[in-house]
């Protein structure tokens, strides 16, 4: 299963590289769309997100929009041992690089707790159909959501999606998937 997962993350990342630019601007934008225009969005008390880095399904305007709507946001913050808590943003001023060089809340943000009526963006590499999700490998996003009650998003472009994603005991499904399509 692990070189499985370890071959298809390497082919996924090669395709993500060869994705032309005009594809990314124009699927972030409508990806985009759809989750704010999505009843799940509306309906929510926090959006738990992630700042979007290199070729990711861009999140920030999506961060932005969202303290712009009232919602409360969080972001997550990378700690030892493959744990993640999450801290609440209002702006986008209190970042700092953490563990993998990825913009997270400084210590001025507070922590906060997903739970009901919460949204939690999930990245991945890939996904399925079903909500099967290939992530980097370090499983914090698997851990995270095997303890916490929200739900469960996966912004994914429709060129990054498989039919079937390799996934073992310890792999957390989301329970919805949007791209642009």
Known sequence: MREAKRMLRSAVKAKINELPESYICESNSKIREKFLASE???????????????????????????????????????????????????????????????????????????????????????????GNRLGRGAGYYDRFLENHNCVSVCLIRSRQMNDNIPTDKYDRRVQIVINEK
């Open 40 to 130: 799940e969005y509306k309906s929510s008390n926090c959006i738990f997100a992630y700042y979007s880095v290199g070729r990711e399904v861009d999140t920030r305007e999506i961060i932005l929009r969202a303290l712009q709507d009232g919602k409360r946001v969080a972001l997550p913050v990378s700690l030892a041992a493959g744990k993640m808590i999450f801290r609440e943003i209002h702006d986008l001023d209190h970042m700092k690089p953490g563990l993998y060089g990825i913009p997270e809340p400084d210590l001025s943000c507070r922590h906060i707790e997903c739970g009901d009526g919460d949204l939690i963006i999930v990245p991945a590499l890939s996904c399925d159909s079903r």
